[in-house]
């Protein structure tokens, strides 16, 4: 029997996931979309707060704090499992869509809260998938995306460092 994966603490934490075999599952428009509608779906829904992210060809990553009643493993349950139901009902067919699992980093303070919202904005340039990330239809990066301020970021304010807040206020059709 394989061991569990122990419950986390509560947190911010930073995400991967995969897709099935690494598919490039998210060069198609309409798949990366309705990653998007899902990932803004439970953030309205008060599952947890979305500070970063970034919906690679294939593989996704996260910047987020679950709320207080949601444990981080049941936050990634949630993306993943209605992102597999709602592209089986678009597609037509059940198949698999992630990787088993997914990696998770717990940020420690305010430098490891800004070194992983660069690495996610980073990604599609270091993917040679644009030259700016600001260019990245499919990152927080863009400008206009609604993000939460990191829950310390009143602490880092005091401290100094006000610029890990929010973003601006516009998004994608569907990702409101």
Known sequence: MKPGRLISPPG???????TWRWRQLFV????????LKTLYHYRREGRYTLHAFVVMPDHVHLLLTPAWDITIERAVQLIKGAYSHDL?????????V???????HRIRDTQDFVHHRN?????????????????YRYCSALPG???????????????????????GTRALPGSQ
């Open 88 to 96: 089986g009902t678009l597609i037509g067919r059940n198949s698999e």
């Open 12 to 18: 911010t934490y930073f995400l991967t996931f995969t």
């Open 145 to 167: 995306f609604k993000l939460d301020p990191w829950p310390s970021a009143a602490k880092a304010a005091i401290l100094g460092n006000a610029s890990i807040g929010t973003s």
């Open 119 to 135: 690495y996610i904005h980073q990604n599609p340039v270091v993917a040679r998938i644009v030259f700016d990330s600001t260019e």
């Open 98 to 104: 992630w990787q088993r699992g997914f990696t998770d």
């Open 28 to 35: 198609v428009e309409n798949y990366a979309r309705l990653f």
